[in-house]
Every structure is written in C-alpha cells, then in structure tokens.
C-alpha cells in the first residue's frame, strides 16, 4: 500500500514540475520578443534596444516584462494593438490563447497612452491627483492669472546635475563637458531664469526635483535648535501653540544616506480662526550678504484637517508679500514661495504666518524655513559591496552649490524618503 501511495505522490509530483516548467518561456523565446520589441522601438527612439527581463505564465495570462528602453516609445492606440499582433506572431502555439500582457517600466504599454491619444477619458484621473486649490498661491502679485495654467501643477527637471560615482568613488559631472560648459549647467541656465518663470506668470505651480536658487548661502530657521543662529517666535492670541509631532530638524551640517532631517525635530500645529485674535509664528535670521534669495517654508499635512489657505508674509528689502498655502498636501518638504531680494542686516523677522483662514477649527502647521540655496550637504560613499578590503573609504560631500547637483540630493534634504532617491539600495 505505501508503495502504491509512494508512486502516486511522485507521479503527481512529476506532473506539477512538468506543468511548471512548461509555464516558463525558454530564453529563446524571450530573445525572439526582445529582437521583436527592439525593431519597433528603433523605428522612433535612437539606439532603442529593450530587453526581456522576464515572461511568466500563469492559468491563462503570459506577462512579458520588458526593459526600461521599451517605456520611451511614443505609444499610440493603434501601435499598441500592432505590437501586441508582433509579439503574438513569434510566440509558441501553446500560448495562442493566452491574455498577453507587456509591461515596462512597472506599466502596461497601453497605460503609457497618453490621454490627448485616447479614444476614451474614462481613466483619466490614473496619473492626476485633482486638487480644488493649488499649493501656492500669491496674495500680493499684481499678476493674477484667471485662465491659462492657473491651478495646475508642473514637474520639471531643470536639467541633469552633478553626482557621486560609486564605480569611481568621486563626484562628478552626469554630462561631458563641451565649449567650457556642462550640459548639467547649461540647460538650467536658460530654465531657471526664463521658462519656469513664463510658466509661474501663466498661474501654474512648478516643481523642481533640485535646488532652483544660485544663492550660495543658506539660512534655516526652525521650532527646533539646530546647527544656525536663529530664532523661531510665537504670538498667541485667542488660540495657542501646540506640538504637532515629528517634523523638521536642522541638527547635523552633514547627512549620509538614510538620514532625513524632516524626521529629526517636531512641528508646531494651532486651529485656525476665521476673525478674532490671531495668532502668530515668526522666523528670524540675519542676512549675511545683499542679494536675492529663494524662500522656502515646510509644515505638517493632516489631510482634510489642515487649512488650505494658510498665509505666509515674506518681509523683504521693498516691502512685504504674502502667500496662501494649501497645507492639505506638500506637508514634510520644502514648498517654494518665491525670490526675493533682501538686504545685508541683523537679525529680524523674514517670514511670519499667520492662523487666519477662512474656515475655522482647521490645523495649521509651522515648522522650518529654508532661505537661499547654499551648498550640497549630502555626503556619499562607496556601496558596502563595492568595497575592496585594503581601501578605506570616507563618505564626501560634492563640495559645490546645491543647485549644481543631481535630483537624488536635493529629495534627500527636502524630506523624502530612500524608496524615492535610492531605489535601487545605494
């Protein structure tokens, strides 16, 4: 009897293996897709070679997950339908009646549709988070845009920057340098001063994923002691301040991987009031040296429980100009307000909020300011892996301004975590 069983457990068993492996598409089949996929892609994107990272089966879908490279082509609803036919002529016949899928860059290539191509909007919202009032929005420009771009939001690289190379353990430029200049500070130099600011003149909000502000000093300013001579102040009237929990910090001159300054300190929170005695909170520093200076402040999100029209005042050289903040998103980063120019002087107040709304019984947050835009303080070292034994190796910073290095420093220094500026472990 126990023989009998013993031979109906391994025959079952062999059946499973036998049917798993045949779930498996063999390496030839997957160079066939790739060179398939490769010919369509060269067609429109120079150099266009894709790569098929893997294909699974499973009941009756077959998945291919194809590289990056395929993620550039220009997808269409008709070049989409063409490429899944391409695919299908060159797989087995045991897949004929599979539900194919093509995924690149964690997407399905008919969700890279963009939504002018479609046929149908019924999903238009996938890549759109809607939001009814934009994060900022100045209260003392004259300019006050009605139509155009007001109340969109805009992410924009202005440009590649410098980084740290692991294989060669030093920083450097991401693009050769060519006509005494690099592509890194080339294309900013037209970005930053010309086309960011046509678009901030058409009412949209722009976001960099880098330092916007040649300014080559920096003055933070927050609740929390830190590593700067500054002072943060508190007015209450009918309502008081609070603690708000985990917010920003400015306690080391140097960060290392991992290390999140808007995890180090706390936020200070207070409900809003619609009339009555205001509250204040205030920012004060010195001005080190005449010029202009970008202004950043940072606070606490609590979702539809914090204001979205709190008012920042930025007390510069030619008067004062105030900004409503929608702190319902954007809490924990450094949300830019402006340029402004400020002259050389003492310690006073810079910026101040204010917990006026015009809904009460709202969170309104304070937390740091950021003014100028200094140097890199994200020092960077070999990975572990890549280290050879008789090597010591020390973690450097770039040493140059903040708005000469790549994205992945600055999301580290605005609060973001390392799942976004190192996806990849370091």
């Avoid at 003055?219 to 929390?224: A, K, T, V």
């Avoid at 936020?267 to 970008?294: H, L, Q, V």
């Avoid at 070292?381 to 290095?405: G, K, M, N, W």
């Amino acid at each position: 009897m126990n023989k009998i069983l013993y031979s109906l457990f391994l025959s079952v068993a062999m059946l499973i293996s036998s049917v798993a492996f045949a779930q498996v598409p063999s390496s030839h089949t997957r160079q066939e897709v790739a060179d398939v996929l490769t010919r369509i892609v060269k067609q429109e994107v120079l150099g266009g070679a894709v790569k098929v990272d893997r294909m699974k089966a499973a009941g009756d879908k077959l998945e291919i997950y194809a590289s990056i490279g395929l993620s550039y082509y220009p997808f269409r609803e008709d070049n989409v339908k063409a490429i899944y036919d391409s695919v299908r002529m060159v797989l087995p016949e045991k897949y004929a009646g599979y539900r194919l899928s093509i995924i690149t860059d964690r997407h399905k290539i008919e969700e890279l549709i963009p939504t002018y191509y479609r046929s149908s909007t019924k999903d238009v919202v996938r890549f759109v988070n809607r939001a009814d009032k934009p994060l900022v929005t100045p209260q003392s420009s004259l300019n006050k845009p009605s139509q155009g771009l007001t109340g969109r939001h805009i992410a924009m690289w202005q440009s590649h920057g410098r980084y740290f190379e692991q294989d060669e353990n030093l920083w450097r430029w991401q693009r050769s340098r060519l006509w005494e200049t690099v592509e890194d500070l080339f294309t900013q130099s037209f970005v930053l001063p010309y086309l960011v600011p046509m678009l901030e003149s058409a009412g949209a909000n722009v976001l960099l994923p880098r330092e916007r502000d040649t300014q080559l000093n920096e003055i933070i300013i927050d609740n929390d002691e830190g590593v700067d001579d500054t002072r943060y102040a508190e007015r209450n009237g009918s309502k008081s301040w609070q603690d708000g929990g985990t917010g920003f910090a400015h306690k080391r001159d140097v960060y290392l991987t991992g290390q999140n300054p808007f995890t180090e300190g706390t936020t200070r929170i207070i409900e809003s009031i619609a009339s009555g005695s205001e509250s204040r909170a205030e920012w004060r520093a010195a001005i080190p040296e005449e010029g202009k200076y970008a202004v950043y402040v940072s606070y606490k999100s609590y979702g539809e429980d914090s204001a979205d029209d709190v008012i920042y005042t930025v007390h510069h050289r030619g008067g004062e100009s105030r900004f409503a903040v929608n702190q319902t998103m954007g809490g924990g980063m450094w949300v830019y307000l402006g340029h402004f120019d400020f002259a050389q002087a003492d310690e006073r107040v810079l910026v101040s909020l204010s917990n006026k709304s015009s809904q009460a019984g709202k969170r309104v947050s304070a937390d740091g300011v950021k003014i100028g835009g200094g140097y890199g303080n994200i020092a960077r070292s070999v990975s572990p892996h890549l280290q050879q034994e008789d090597i010591e190796y020390d973690a450097t910073t770039s040493e140059y301004p903040r708005f000469c290095e790549g994205s992945r420093y600055w999301l580290q220094w605005s609060g973001f975590g390392e799942d976004v500026y190192t996806p990849k472990e370091n």
